[in-house]
């Protein structure tokens, strides 16, 4: 029989999920499995990576009841999954925690402050290609380190999430260098682990399984993964990757020129690149195809939307209502600026930043309010794109969107008309589903390069241009945009010294 499909499996932090995918890039059947992130106290966050292997083998087993003779028409296994999550296991393959700190935990506050205090950015950017941050694996080791030092002396690798899983399909260990360019530790000009950074944070370079392509054949499903999951003993399992280098990929995100905006509670946006964007600001992430991908993330995307149904409805308006009352003021709001930073700021000297309407007047309504929280959260991103493309050089061609906001014909308007450039939007929601697809059809030989299998695999449903009165409004809007958000920086340390 014709080994003509792929199975992907994305270890997400909701839900682990599987699908299986075709020459065509149709997902012929998907399913999912959900699990909790366990909450220890107020900022931990915390996941079983039994839980992620338990999900991954109902959602398997499911797609392969749906499509009649899957298991042998399966070409290979390729997984992608959330990020940071640090997994350590003995020399036998046992785990040395039940339980493993997610992305989103911040228990390495502290940690991050004093190496941010002790280090000049120019003391570390050049060898980790990124800015500090709590989510990073080389703090969480440090942290495991100095909490759980017994968990931390018995750990012989430390994997991420997506590892961990193809740990359990293959029995073999590894690791790669998009989920490598985010750990702290990898130099982004050698993609290895960097001998500099590892001694910085004092860590134990043994524990670091060799960074390997994310196209390589890892191994073999084992008999004993096999007899879980359905699968056919010695099926193909790629190396993978990280989920979001593999949803820029299976977006069609993965040529210089091209950007992405992912906009689900925040906006990610990221610009795809030949080489690192070394600047406090800006983090880096190694892309599938061997690029980068510089990207900035506005903490208040779609939060700023769900912030103003809160706190002008009390939940009593939906979605469709708002954008509808949003589209009844002209572009611009009536001069009405709302600057998104609603949780702070991830990155930079101002992660205290504040939010705020600047210019209200007697003449401004709800309609008003809700256009500007909307233009607020393009103009927050237009800063970021900006920065990046002086950085880089090169302007962007077209912004590909996925996410939630990419169900928003309005916001897109906004966005292309704010941004200048083109917004695509995929057909396919399930972008790291095809992105796993893409990169079995390239290691298995269908297409020379993955780039290539992303172009066959991703179609586009709507290209949303620029609006040419909204774009010229919006460019004379943007500098003051600018401006206030550099001037409001000096009022933050003040107002935190008054509400506390």
């Given at each position: 029989m014709t080994q003509d499909l792929a199975l992907s499996i994305d270890v997400g932090t909701g839900s682990a999920r599987a699908a299986l995918v075709d020459g065509r890039g149709r997902i012929l059947a998907i399913a999912a499995r959900?699990?909790?992130?366990?909450?220890?106290?107020?900022?931990?966050?915390?996941?079983?990576?039994?839980?992620?292997?338990d999900g991954v083998v109902h959602s398997v087993r499911?797609?392969?009841?749906?499509?009649?003779?899957?298991?042998?028409?399966?070409?290979?296994?390729?997984?992608?999954?959330?990020?940071h999550g640090t997994v350590l296991v003995d020399a036998d393959g046992a785990l040395t925690r039940d339980t493993v700190p997610l992305w989103n935990d911040k228990r390495t506050l502290?940690?991050?402050?004093?190496?941010?205090?002790?280090?000049?950015?120019k003391d570390y950017l050049a060898e980790s290609g990124n800015p500090p941050t709590p989510a990073w694996p080389a703090f969480k080791l440090a942290w495991i380190r100095d909490h759980d030092p017994e968990a931390y002396r018995r750990a012989a690798a430390v994997m991420m999430p997506k590892d961990w899983v193809n740990f359990r399909l293959t029995g073999e260990i590894a690791m790669e260098a998009t989920e490598g360019s985010c750990s702290f530790l990898m130099n982004p000009a050698t993609r290895d682990w960097s001998p500099a950074m590892i001694a910085l944070m004092g860590l134990d370079a043994a524990k670091l399984p060799r960074l390997r392509s994310p196209?390589?054949?890892?191994?073999?499903?084992?008999?004993?993964?096999?007899?879980?999951?359905?699968?056919?003993?010695?099926?193909?399992?790629?190396?993978g990757g990280a989920d979001y280098p593999v949803a820029l990929l299976g977006?069609?995100?993965?040529?210089?020129?091209?950007?992405?905006?992912?906009?689900?509670?925040?906006?990610?946006i990221t610009l795809i690149t030949e080489a690192p964007l070394l600047d406090p600001e800006i983090c880096n992430v190694a892309t599938i195809e061997g690029g980068w991908g510089p990207f900035v993330l506005l903490e208040s995307?779609?939060?700023?939307?769900?912030?103003?149904?809160?706190?002008?409805?009390?939940?009593?308006l939906g979605y469709p209502e708002i954008v509808a009352k949003a589209a009844e003021a002209a572009p611009g709001a009536g001069g009405l600026l709302f600057l998104p930073y609603l949780v702070g700021e991830r990155l930079g000297a101002h992660r205290n930043a504040r939010?705020?309407?600047?210019?209200?007047?007697a003449g401004h309504g709800l309609a008003e309010l809700h256009r500007a929280v909307l233009e607020g959260v393009a103009f927050a991103a237009t800063r970021h794109i900006r920065v990046m493309e002086a950085a880089s050089g090169r302007p962007l061609d077209r912004v590909i969107a996925s996410g939630g906001g990419a169900k928003t014909g309005l916001w897109l308007k906004i966005k292309a008309s704010a941004y200048?450039?083109?917004?695509?939007?995929?057909?396919?929601?399930?972008?790291g589903v095809i992105g796993c697809a893409a990169m079995v059809a390239a290691a298995t030989g269908r297409f020379a390069t993955v780039q290539n299998a992303a172009s066959a695999l991703v179609r586009y449903a709507t290209e949303i241009a620029s609006d040419p009165g909204w774009a010229e409004r919006y460019a004379r809007m943007q500098p003051v945009f600018d401006r206030l958000y550099r001037h409001s920086q000096t009022l933050y340390d003040d107002l935190d010294g008054i509400t506390s």
């Open positions: 959900e699990y909790e992130q366990i909450v220890p106290a107020f900022g931990r966050s915390e996941q079983r990576p039994a839980d992620w292997w499911a797609v392969l009841d749906k499509v009649e003779g899957a298991r042998s028409r399966i070409a290979a296994v390729c997984a992608c999954g959330q990020m502290d940690l991050v402050a004093a190496f941010e205090r002790g280090h000049d950015p196209l390589e054949i890892l191994g073999g499903v084992t008999a004993a993964a096999a007899a879980e999951t359905g699968l056919l003993e010695g099926t193909p399992v790629l190396v977006s069609g995100a993965c040529r210089p020129g091209l950007g992405s905006d992912v906009t689900g509670t925040s906006c990610i995307g779609g939060d700023a939307m769900r912030w103003a149904r809160r706190a002008f409805h009390e939940g009593a939010a705020q309407f600047f210019g209200l007047g200048g450039i083109p917004i695509l939007v995929p057909e396919e929601a399930e972008c």
